[in-house]
Each structure stands twice: as structure tokens, then as C-alpha cells.
């Protein structure tokens, strides 16, 4: 396979969202959704759209709990998905190399 091959790349992480969120909850452990809003700077329509995409492809969970009669969702990346973005890490640095 060529080095530079785009297809390399895994299209769930290649979206800024979806990194910021994976990079994140990665670093952080969990997080909620309204901290993750503000930690990526997403409205709550593209964050929810985002997330399930990540749901979707098994790259996070999420707990959905009622804290002081309020709804709250807890998201956290599966091994999977903490695989997957160290791959794409891995990847992304390879394609490019030892550009400065």
C-alpha cells in the first residue's frame, strides 16, 4: 500500500469535531455532553450529530443518567476507539513524515 494512500485514514476521526471530541475524552476519561460543548466549541445539534456517529461506529459510550431530576449524558471512548485514534495518529504522522 502506498504511504500516502488516503484511504489509510480513518474518515471518523477525520472530521475536527469528532478528533477534538475523541482527543478529549481520550485525555480526560469521561466527560459530559456540556463539557465536551464547550471544550470543542460545537452548537448541541453538530455535537449530537457527531457523537452518534462515534456511538454508531462503536468508538464511544454513553451512560444516560438523571442527575438532581435533570438528564445527563457521560461519554467515553471505547478500547476501540481509543485504538483507532492512536492508529490515526500513527498514520497522520506518517503521511507527514518529518515536514516542519
Do not use: W
Not at 476501540?80 to 500513527?90: A, R, T, V
Request: net charge positive; charged share 30%; glycine share 8%.
Amino acid at each position: 500500500m502506498n504511504k500516502y494512500d488516503y484511504k489509510q485514514l480513518d474518515t471518523i476521526f477525520h472530521s475536527r469535531i469528532r478528533l477534538a471530541v475523541a482527543s478529549m475524552l481520550y485525555h480526560d476519561g469521561v466527560c459530559d455532553f456540556n463539557s465536551l460543548k464547550k471544550g470543542v466549541g460545537a452548537t448541541d445539534g453538530n455535537l449530537t450529530t457527531h457523537l452518534k456517529k462515534m456511538e454508531e461506529c462503536a468508538y464511544i459510550i454513553v451512560e444516560k443518567k438523571f442527575v438532581d431530576r435533570k438528564p445527563m449524558s457521560i461519554y467515553q471512548l471505547t478500547d476501540e476507539g481509543k485504538k483507532g485514534l492512536e492508529n490515526y495518529i500513527d498514520k497522520l504522522e506518517k503521511f507527514i513524515g518529518d515536514i516542519k
